[in-house]
């Protein structure tokens, strides 16, 4: 294995040392394999490769300060893979499974698992996924579910630092009582062409609005959006977006730090009134946004208008009080007094 520069990681397919599997069929989860073969070997007609059925989790895991190893609360992740497993129409592993393949993935790579002081975290990635073979657009109960798992750090390529985001007037992420609150791949398919639109001009992050209306704030693509207004920490309230469980975290820290927590449906035009704004997520942990601007279409020049929050670069104060509580207590740097961390044994 060539060194890692910690330091240097960012978030990527990084090939680790070991895959954990489990395939459910007639009624049943077979015993978990611990396995160094990263490819899967699936019947062409498999429900996933026609009708996009799968789904995904992301969680981290902390080499902490004083040596232990926590994994960030891993049953919200397995709780969220159950429903939409559910929603899928395909078996989920219950908690208990969900939390032992996590655990022997970080086992079995732990030579992947950054030292403490680097900012950096083993991200798991549970997949499962419908491998039956069809045609016919009905749900059967034969799933993989596998954990990998990747050494990283920011996903932007910077900790702590604004970015810019703008809302696409053209592009909708998810359809009104849609698939937009369940974590399946399908809703990221919808989103590559306009994020390399996208970068391509600058921006970062794309915003989402409510796909009925357009009047409401939902989510980024690839996290949830927080605003802080004076004393309050503001989410959107809407059907169609993931519940984050950075963001329920972050409102569970907010209301720790006295602050008000409003979850209600955000009007765009309130951009205007907001301190600070950002994303948060589990690979983004929070991304402030130093500027918003809306397109009517993302490919076109014309900004119909622009929202600023911060200096180029620069990050909120809030932002930052937010950002050195959670990561303080997903490192052991600071009380885990709500007990987010679940504390696995070496091997
Ligand atoms: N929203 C979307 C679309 C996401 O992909 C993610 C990432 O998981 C989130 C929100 C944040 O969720 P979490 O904080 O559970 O990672
Ligand atoms: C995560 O934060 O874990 C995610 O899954 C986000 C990813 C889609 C970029």
Not at 127 to 145: I, K, N, S, T
Request: proline fraction near 6%; hydrophobic fraction near 35%; glycine fraction near 8%.
């Amino acid at each position: 294995m060539s060194e890692i520069n910690w330091d240097k990681l960012g978030f990527d397919a990084y090939r680790t040392r070991t895959v954990v599997l489990s395939h459910y069929k007639d009624g049943k989860w077979s015993p978990v394999e611990t396995t160094e073969n990263f490819s899967f070997t699936l019947d062409p007609f498999a429900q996933v490769f026609h009708y996009a059925i799968s789904c995904f989790e992301g969680l981290k895991t902390f080499r902490q300060k004083d040596g232990r190893i926590a994994i960030f609360r891993p049953d919200q992740n397995a709780a969220r893979m159950q429903r939409t497993a559910k929603f899928l129409g395909i078996p989920a592993p219950d908690k208990d499974l969900f939390i032992k393949m996590c655990t022997l993935c970080v086992q079995n790579n732990l030579e992947f698992l950054p030292p403490y002081g680097h900012q950096a975290s083993l991200y798991l990635r549970p997949m499962l996924f419908g491998v039956h073979p069809q045609m016919q657009l009905v749900p059967y109960p034969e799933a993989y579910f596998a954990v990998i798992c990747a050494p990283a750090g920011s996903y932007y390529g910077e900790h702590l630092k604004s970015f810019a985001g703008v809302i696409p007037g053209n592009y909708d992420r998810a359809a009104p009582k849609g698939s937009g609150s369940y974590k399946i791949g399908a809703n990221y398919a919808a989103t590559f062409k306009p994020y390399k639109t996208a970068h391509d001009q600058g921006y970062t992050e794309l915003l989402y609005l409510n796909s009925g209306t357009r009047e409401f704030i939902d989510e980024f693509g690839s996290s949830n959006f927080f605003a802080i207004k004076g004393n309050k920490y503001i989410t959107p309230l809407s059907d169609s977006v993931l519940p984050s469980i950075t963001n329920k975290t972050l409102q569970e820290v907010a209301a720790d730090f006295g602050m008000e927590v409003e979850k209600r449906p955000v009007r765009v035009e309130e951009l205007a009134d907001f301190d600070e704004a950002a994303a948060c997520g589990t690979a983004v942990v929070i991304t402030p946004m130093s500027h918003i601007d809306i397109k009517p279409v993302l490919e076109e020049d014309k900004v119909e208008k622009s929202y600023r929050f911060m200096p180029d670069g620069e990050v909120g104060e809030v932002c930052t009080k937010l950002y050195k509580r959670i990561t303080g207590i997903q490192f052991g740097e600071l009380e885990d007094t709500h007990g987010w961390c679940y504390h696995i044994e070496e091997k």
